[in-house]
């Protein structure tokens, strides 16, 4: 697509269950990112893959999230017995090189009651 | 110490001042910067990237850098009520993949 697309825009989960979010890079970027943004703060990175695998999962909050990506495009991120405290925005970025300009979906407004 | 410093304001202006938003960076060895905004609920949005000392012009735009001082500012030339936004810095270490965003700060344009 034109742009990176995200979904679902908005979730409203139980606390306890399970929530994927996915995420659509631009066509042809092999760099994806996922950043976490809460109310009025900055953005968290979390992990970012090149193709297929993620170099880097130290941004991950805990073991209950978890990222993969296929066929180096969709990546999904599973957020496991959610927290309150996982309510935020999950921004997907890609960029066609690693560190190149990097250019974010909408994002995803996950609320966690 | 944070690695990427902004002042999260709000910077107030007149309508058709400059703005001068500010970011202080901790690793010298930070090679690229780059300036997003973000709208209220919106996602950032990219403005301008800089990699070299002096200053890079692009519209009402001006990103400079001074490495030396490890600080980097983006003006904003003839301020509009729609340049009121968020103003993320962002840095990027020398042979890395982990973009590292400042908190932000907020921009208030005054018609």
């Known amino acids: 697509g034109a742009g990176v697309s995200q979904s679902p825009s908005n979730k409203v989960t139980e606390k306890g269950k399970d929530v994927e979010l996915r995420c659509d890079p631009i066509s042809g970027h092999t760099a994806l990112y996922w950043y976490r943004q809460s109310l009025g703060q900055g953005l968290e990175f979390l992990i970012y893959f090149q193709g297929n695998s993620a170099p880097d999962k130290s941004g991950l909050p805990s073991d209950r999230f978890s990222a993969e990506r296929t066929g180096g495009s969709v990546s999904t991120l599973t957020i496991q017995r959610t927290q309150q405290e996982d309510s935020a925005v999950y921004l997907c970025a890609s960029s066609s090189t690693s560190g190149n300009t990097i250019y974010f979906g909408e994002g995803s407004w996950l609320t966690v009651v | 110490q944070k690695e990427v410093e902004q002042n999260s304001g709000p910077l107030s202006v007149p309508e058709g001042a400059i703005a001068s938003l500010n970011c202080t960076y901790s690793d010298r060895g930070s090679q690229s910067f780059f300036w997003y905004r973000q709208y209220s609920g919106k996602s950032p949005e990219l403005i301008m990237f800089?990699?070299?000392?002096g200053d890079k012009e692009d519209g009402r735009f001006t990103a400079q850098l001074n490495k030396a001082s490890q600080y980097v500012s983006l003006l904003i030339r003839d301020s509009q009520p729609s340049d009121s936004a968020t103003y993320l810095c962002a840095v990027l270490r020398d042979s890395s993949y982990k973009l590292i965003f400042g908190s932000g700060t907020r921009l208030l344009v005054r018609p």
């Open positions: 800089i990699y070299s000392n």
